[in-house]
Every structure is written in C-alpha cells, then in structure tokens.
C-alpha cells in the first residue's frame, strides 16, 4: 500500500526565514514517483515539482529545493528566504508506476507573516 | 494558469439533488482525473479515464458516476446528495508524465 504522511499540520514563520516542509512516504514498488503541490488561499493545486524513484539528484528552483533521500523515504521542501505569497498549504503526494492513484499527503499549511 | 478547465466554480443545491461538473483537460492530455477534497478526508482520488475508457476507480461512491466525451472533456455525475457531500471537487489532466496539472475546482455546497 502507498501512503504519504505530512507531520507537520501547520507551521508559521516570519517573512525571510527559511522554512523545510516534511513529507515521509511509504511503498514497496521500486518505480514510483514524488510530486509537491501547492494550494494558495484561491484554492486552486499548481504543481511544482516531479522526482522519479530513479533520481535522488537534489533540485533547486530559485527559492524552492527538494530533497530526495530514498534511504529515509523522505522528499522534503525547503524554501529559502520566505515571503508573504508562499502562504499556502503544501501537499506531497505519491504515484506508484502502474497505479493511476496518486496519494497526497494531509498535507502542511504554511503561513508567512511580515 | 494550468490549462485545466473546471465549471461551475460554485454550485450550490439541496440534498437528494442532482449535479454535473465539466471538465475540460489541457490540449494534447487524454487522461482525466476526478478528486474530492474534504476537510475530513482530504485529497481523495475518485476516477481517472483515459482516451474515453474508465482506467482506474478510487473512492467514488455508487452514487457518483463519470464519463470522458469524444472531445476529451468529462463529466462528473453526483447524484441523490447528501449534505456530506459538500467538498471542492477538482479535475486533473496528464500525459505521460504522471504530473497531474489541476482545474481551479467547483466548489459544492449541498444544503
């Protein structure tokens, strides 16, 4: 079975500091894929980020970074110098090669305050 | 913006109701996913199609049925609802990538 678990349910930081949102998973496939969301006060999902279970390369995206470490079943999200826009809640999910469900998180709400 | 279509943005009807949500997928994307998203159960997966066919089935209950058009875009078919019924339900369109990109979402409001 698959199954994303976000520890964190809420976090609030202050507007510049660095934030690292959570995101353990669980499967026994071998092929399976990573993924981060976020979800804005508008309420739409904008994806972010695709890692496959082949590619534990850490990525950077100007203030966003994941990290990939299979030896833990962790992908966590850290973003740098945070602002006031990165209010959201944040969902990991999980997509197992074969299986069209994709599993999301509870996922993190984050609030950044001026 | 995702290029994914969702209408209504908001529906707003009474139990034992009937409601359609139409979905229009991204160009080129002939997957189509439907979720719910509840407070007390989260983002929860519910069908997917493909080119047409029924591909896979989540949690969607008896009640609720889909189905994808020629043209690609779905409808997601709720029936006989119930006040729990009430969620933002969205859409989601693929290609191979397995990156869902996601509508805006209609938000129902049964009362």
């Known amino acids: 079975a698959q199954k994303v678990t976000q520890a964190q349910t809420e976090i609030s930081v202050v507007e510049k500091e660095d934030v690292t949102l959570d995101c353990v998973y669980e499967?026994?496939?071998?092929?399976?894929?990573l993924f981060w969301y976020k979800q804005p006060p508008s309420g739409e999902l904008v994806f972010l980020i695709r890692r496959n279970s082949f590619d534990e390369q850490n990525e950077i995206s100007g203030r966003y970074s994941w990290n990939f470490q299979k030896s833990t079943s962790s992908f966590n999200f850290t973003i740098t110098a945070s602002q006031v826009v990165d209010s959201a809640v944040y969902f990991c999910a999980l997509s197992v090669f074969g299986n069209n469900d994709m599993r999301f998180g509870a996922g993190t709400r984050l609030t950044v305050k001026p | 913006d995702s290029g994914v279509t969702q209408t209504p943005k908001h529906l707003i009807t009474a139990t034992g109701q009937r409601v359609t949500l139409r979905c229009s997928p991204r160009?080129?994307?002939?997957?189509v996913y439907w979720y719910q998203q509840s407070l007390d159960q989260g983002l929860q997966f519910l069908i997917q199609y493909y080119n047409g066919e029924e591909r896979a089935k989540g949690n969607i209950l008896e009640r609720f049925s889909a189905q994808q058009f020629p043209d690609l875009h779905s409808e997601l078919n709720l029936s006989s609802l119930e006040l729990g019924d009430s969620a933002l339900y969205f859409c989601?369109?693929?290609?191979?990538?397995?990156?869902?990109?996601f509508g805006n979402g209609t938000r129902l409001t049964v009362t």
């Open positions: 989601a369109s693929s290609v191979d990538d397995r990156a869902l990109h």
């Open positions: 160009s080129g994307d002939l997957s």
């Open positions: 499967t026994r496939d071998t092929t399976y894929y």
